[in-house]
């Protein structure tokens, strides 16, 4: 069974930046393939940015390419998304999983960008 605990949301301005972590436990053999999630209200959840060979190259959705960036601690089973130069359009819940995603969802972390 894994679990995944997602943290560092808020309301920030426009052009302004966040850091949110996500700490995994249980059965996920590593941080390969860990990936960030975001449901905007209304809209499908859609995959952001994720790391995509064992050697932890990373991909990312055209939207955000250049703003945010997926990084990892080993030790600490905890990957973060590091969010620069916010739009209103990046409101949304943010989630971690596995890419395909494994097991339940967490309770995900929510973003407002809003002036």
């Known amino acids: 069974q894994v679990q995944f605990v997602e943290s560092g949301g808020g309301l920030v301005q426009p052009g302004g930046s966040l850091r949110l972590s996500c700490a995994a436990s249980?059965?996920?053999?590593?941080?390969?393939?860990m990936a960030w999630y975001r449901q905007a209200p209304g809209k499908q959840r859609e995959l952001v940015a994720h790391?995509?060979?064992?050697?932890?190259?990373?991909h990312y959705v055209d939207s955000v390419k250049g703003r945010f960036t997926i990084s990892r601690d080993n030790a600490k089973n905890t990957i973060y998304l590091q969010m620069n130069s916010l739009r209103p359009e990046d409101t949304a819940v943010y989630y971690c999983?596995?890419?395909?995603?494994?097991?339940?969802w967490g309770q995900g972390t929510l973003v407002t960008v809003s002036a």
């Open positions: 999983n596995k890419a395909p995603p494994l097991g339940a």
């Open positions: 790391f995509v060979s064992i050697d932890f190259m990373t």
């Open positions: 249980g059965s996920i053999f590593s941080l390969y393939s």
